[in-house]
């Protein structure tokens, strides 16, 4: 059997136990919570699965982001070809002179032993080159696309902006999937998003507000009742609805929308 797959938006490939793990995930729940749809598996129960992406308080609740300590999957060449004539501009408008003085000497992307030879964002200290924390701890591709009213998947990684789900190709078909405890062997994410964030893990967020919090490494003790609001959390789908659409088709999203609305992947 062909052992190869790869995650969609990105030129990074499963490693062989991961495409293990996705396959005995499918035939496990194939039926069941993971439904056949054109060429499409949908894994209906961990795209109904809870979440919060609060991101501009995250730097409130935890000790470091998604986006600080590290760089995201490698983008593919289109979005790095899309993205560059936008640089300039995002660079002066967002990030500091120390961002500017390294891009107009090295650019903003890397390709070495570190980046396993992919394209991908340079650092700018230990974040990601467009992490504008100096600021309001926000993606600075992700601001300039709202403002200028641009679709985020013209230029921001789909590796972080179809953050909680994932789309894998495997054996002709993509899994459509999220992030869910029995989803961490083979998806991009991995455990430490599951373990470590708030917006992936409404149970944490109930207990904090219990004041039952565990003591967790990234976790801030002490969080604002106004950030991640438990009322503020929802269906992983309903967050990436562009996404689904933009890859998968608005057909897709809508049978997702009334499979899971209906709950008859339950029966």
């Given amino acids: 059997m062909n052992m190869t797959a790869h995650y969609i938006g990105t030129p990074e490939k499963l490693s062989q136990s991961e495409i293990y793990q996705c396959r005995i995930y499918i035939r496990k729940h194939r039926g069941k919570r993971v439904i056949s749809f054109h060429n499409f598996f949908i894994d209906l129960e961990a795209l109904s699965g809870l979440f919060n992406l609060d991101c501009s308080n995250c730097h409130l609740a935890h ?41 107009r000497k090295e650019g903003f992307i890397e390709r070495s032993e570190k980046t396993d030879y992919y394209d991908n964002f340079s650092l700018c200290g230990e974040d990601c080159f467009f992490y504008a924390k100096e600021q309001e ?23 972080c902006s179809m953050y909680p789900i994932d789309l894998i190709e495997i054996d002709g078909c993509i899994l459509i999937t999220a992030l869910h405890p029995e989803t961490l062997s083979f998806c991009r994410w991995g455990e430490e998003y599951y373990k470590d ?12 507000m219990n004041g039952n919090q565990e003591s967790r490494e990234n976790m801030r003790q002490s969080i604002p009742e106004s950030i991640f609001r438990l009322d503020h959390y929802k269906p992983a789908y309903v967050w990436e609805k562009e996404t689904i659409e933009h890859f998968c088709g608005k057909e897709v999203y809508e049978w997702i929308d009334t499979k899971i609305k209906e709950n008859d992947y339950f029966q």
């Fill in 63 to 103: 000790f470091h982001s998604c986006c600080e300590k590290g760089r995201p999957l490698a983008p593919g060449k289109e979005t790095i070809k899309q993205l560059t004539p936008h640089v300039e501009t995002i660079v002066e408008r967002y990030l500091t002179s120390s961002h500017e003085k390294q891009w």
């Fill in 137 to 159: 701890h926000f993606c600075s591709i992700h601001r300039y696309a709202i403002e200028q009213q641009l679709p985020l998947t013209s230029l921001k990684p789909m590796a």
């Fill in 197 to 208: 964030f708030l917006c992936a893990n409404v149970q944490y967020r109930e207990d904090s």
